[in-house]
């Protein structure tokens, strides 16, 4: 990666920190505290991979004007003073007795009133990466200072993706695609799923993925049963429809989709499933534009395979994409979010072939106020098959 | 993998349970609400990558006695009933309005009295995987119950690993030792970090991980300056000192260790802190018993440090492992867990060689009554060089 430690150039990052802070003054908030890998990425360029030990709290701190601030255990210290931030204050954690809590509460005490709001994304889709009874003694410490939701401050802002975002989502989306169309150099009949998964990955990382976070995927006869399991030593078989699925990641953004292949001849039904599955998705990206509702692309998308006979699957059909495998918004009934020009997408319509046997279908797309613009390349419109 | 959706057999998963609620019955708990990958694979056997996105959240209620309940989105109804749970209560995640929060209230009000206590891990090292406001939104649905730490009784019972536990980790351990063995076949003079970093991953594949979550490293002339950094493009150089690090996965089950190697002849400091490293490991290794406490292994490796006359680094030197690439507890200062036989533990010295250059060290054990059994192969003794 160009340069691992930064990503963009400090202006990209000065940009989000002010769209924040417009959002914050807005919605009357003195501080805003980060603490999950993804924003904390997203407001300095501090990637790493070593999010995966639980062992550490990380924080970020937003104040209404000026710089963050880093709050942060001391082996992170020297990668963060690679990025743009400079005020990173530090303590040697894991400490079991007081683990960051007084540096923190030092912290924003001083940048906020006693009679302070101090936001933190606390809604749908959002975890606090913090031990909670450490929370519960900062929030204490703070009092009157008070914590409110800011799931929608964060979220208004990551999900419009700038044009330097699109295009790295673009390249980890090319480097799937590229993937993809090599699959028959490893899948075929006779080989162990597990062994389909592990050559899978290493291709992925051949072609330049920095690493693979995600990958699922399922084979079954005309259709798999679940898209979320680990793969299993059965091997290919004729009749079994293959789908592999990943999030790859480079330079810190994920794609996420999906491609399926029938081993030996496609059954019929599965033909047909993958058929509509492609239209469905031809309809959403002939008729997508900003202004619509989440709940919006559902329907276009279930609609769509309706009207081609087929059934559609339970779950949300697609979903935001970026810093983590899967954003807001959910393409569900329910979801209001509304649809606006740089948003990064998935369409992920799914079709119930017999009871237990699902085909899914996914795109990667931007939106621009013309409509979608693919970021993975288009699957092929009719099913392929793979040697049996 | 044997089963991909269960990995051992049902007894070991009841026994877990059995554990767990004797400690609840113990510190006078109705109820257990586990909520992250860890916890949940640890008492169902339900393995997957979708937890990459953060979407959904997830429940598993262990009652006082009984079997556990899982309340989880309907996406992994599938594979959730391959496991050994059989009560298994589903709805259709993610909904804006209520993301499993009745069904979670309902599941806990049936199984926990009015005046009753609901453990939920909330110490460090732990998160609480699902949004806070719809924690609150619980705690006040189902007052005058109550939500209190069960920190403890998780991983009092978590931290001692079964023989069946123990074999799975060696299993890993090995892959990754015999991939290090064959870190000269993609490192040497003039090859990017980046690149290094890429085929290091796919060998891990190849030869059995099932994914690889973690890997870290630098490379820097006489030693790196930091352990968590993603790779950069610059060419190894002769004079660097390389070091991998990975926490790659089979079966669930996690590895943690490096391997340092020189890119031409060592330089005589690297070579003198790698030696020191070794021996401190030994003392370690000689003297680690179940009775002593996560401190006194912090103790054992600086000592070791000093007494072969380097600097030890700062920060915790060692730590748990197992379904996480780190577990409590942690080898520092103030960490007094006592260490038992059966707990999964890493060795992990590290080195200042110069202001901002460390060489750090690690091996992964399994303490025993008469001491540590290795379950990474044993690095060489003198720090081994790769062709400049």
Redesign the interface.
Known sequence: ?????LIFPAREYRRRIAALQAGMTETGLDALLLT?P?DVFYVTGF????W????RPWFMVIPASGDPVAVI????S??MSRTWITDIRTW??????D?GVSLLCETLATLVPETGRIG?P????????????D??RVSDQLSPRRFT?A?AVVQRVREIKSEAEIDRIRAICAIASDTFDRVAEFARGGVPL?RV??DF??ML??TGA???????GGAGPGGY?????????RPLTSGDILMLDT?AVKDGYFCDFDRNYAIGPAPDAARRAHAALFAATEDALEQLRPGMLARDAHRILTEGLRRRGAQPG???LG?GLGL???E?P?F?P???TELRAGMVLTLEPGAEIAP?RILVHEENIVLRDSGPELLSRRAPATLPELPA
């Open positions: 990666m160009p340069d691992a430690s999950s993804a990637l790493t991979r070593f995966e030990s639980p062992a255990p001391a082996i992170g020297d990668l040697d954690a894991p400490d079991p007795v683990d933190l606390m809604g749908l889709e959002t975890h606090l990466r913090m031990p909670l009874a929370f519960l939701d799931t597990e998964f592990r990955q290493s990382l051949q920095d690493w693979v976070s995600y990958v699922a049963g679940d898209v979320i399991s680990p793969a299993d030593a999030g339970g779950g949300r979903h983590t495998l899967t807001w959910s569900t329910k979801d209001t237990g």
